[in-house]
C-alpha cells in the first residue's frame, strides 16, 4: 500500500487573482489543515535558485572546523541565540545551528564566511516573509477566523526567526535528528535538502515528508492549535537513518 502523501497547493491562483483557483487551494488546505497539520507549497514566491544558493552556503559554512564556526556565537543578551550554536552534550537532539531574526535586528550575529552568506540569508528571509504572511492570510480564512485576525495577533514581526539546521549524521549504534515535539509558533515554513528526515504523525502512524525541487513545507504550529481549541493536534520529528 503507498505511503500517504502530504498535499500540494499551488500559490499562484492568489498572486493571479484566479478566483477559481483560490477556492479549489483552500478546500485543499482547509482538509490538509485538518488531517495533518501540514501542506507543501509551490510557486510560493521565493526564488527556487536562492533558496539553494543559502543551502549550499549552509553546507559550506558547517563544514568549517569549530573555532572559525564559533566566531558567530550569540551576544549574551539575545533572547534567543541568534548566531552559531550546538545542542547541548546531554539533548537527544544532535545538531548544530544558525539563527537569525529579520534584517536589521540588533541580535544577529552573521558570520564573515564564505562570503555574500550575510546577504543571502537576508534575501531568504525577507522572501519567506512575504510567502509566511501570504499563507497566513489563507489560513486564517480557511480556519474561519475573524478577518486579520492571525495578523493582527501576530503583528510583532521583530521575533520572527530562520535557522538553518544540520543534523549529525547517524551512527551505527543509534539514528539521530530531532525529536518528536509541536512547533510554538503561529506558522512554520520548512525547506529540505535532499537527505529528507521529516516525519508527521498521523493517526499513530509517522509519515515521510519527501523532498521535492522548488516545494516548502508549511506547518500549522502550537498557537493556531489553541486558538481552535485543539480540533487540529499534530506532531513531527526529524529522523536520520543509517544507510
Not at 47 to 53: A, D, K, M, Y
Not at 160 to 176: C, G, I, K, Q
Request: overall charge negative.
Amino acid at each position: 500500500m503507498a505511503e500517504p502523501l502530504i498535499p500540494t497547493v499551488d500559490l499562484s491562483p492568489f498572486t493571479k487573482n484566479d478566483e477559481d483557483g483560490k477556492k479549489k487551494a483552500m478546500e485543499v488546505i482547509t482538509k490538509a489543515c485538518s488531517e495533518y497539520g501540514f501542506f507543501q507549497i509551490v510557486n510560493h514566491g521565493v526564488p527556487i535558485n536562492l533558496l539553494q544558493r543559502a543551502l549550499d552556503l549552509s553546507k559550506v559554512f558547517f563544514e568549517y572546523p569549530s573555532d572559525e564556526k564559533l566566531k558567530s556565537s550569540p551576544a549574551s543578551n539575545a533572547p534567543l541565540p541568534a548566531g552559531y550554536n550546538t545542542q547541548p552534550q546531554q539533548s537527544p537532539d544532535k545538531n548544530e545551528y544558525l539563527l537569525m531574526f529579520p534584517p536589521g535586528s540588533t541580535f544577529n550575529v552573521f558570520p564573515q564566511n564564505p562570503p555574500d552568506f550575510k546577504r543571502v540569508l537576508e534575501d531568504v528571509f525577507s522572501k519567506l516573509t512575504e510567502t509566511g504572511l501570504l499563507v497566513e492570510t489563507i489560513v486564517n480564512q480557511c480556519l474561519g477566523l475573524p478577518p486579520n485576525f492571525l495578523k493582527e495577533y501576530n503583528h510583532d514581526r521583530s521575533w520572527d526567526f530562520m535557522v538553518a539546521l544540520r543534523y549529525f549524521p547517524a551512527t551505527e549504534s543509534e539514528n539521530n535528528g530531532l525529536t518528536e515535539h509541536e512547533d510554538s509558533n503561529c506558522i512554520s515554513l520548512v525547506f529540505q535538502d535532499e537527505a529528507g528526515g521529516l516525519e508527521v504523525s498521523k493517526d499513530g502512524e509517522w509519515i515521510p515528508v519527501i523532498p521535492a525541487k522548488g516545494t516548502l513545507v508549511v506547518n500549522i504550529s502550537d498557537v493556531i492549535q489553541v486558538i481552535q481549541h485543539h480540533l487540529f493536534f499534530f506532531v513531527i520529528k526529524v529522523t536520520l537513518y543509517k544507510k
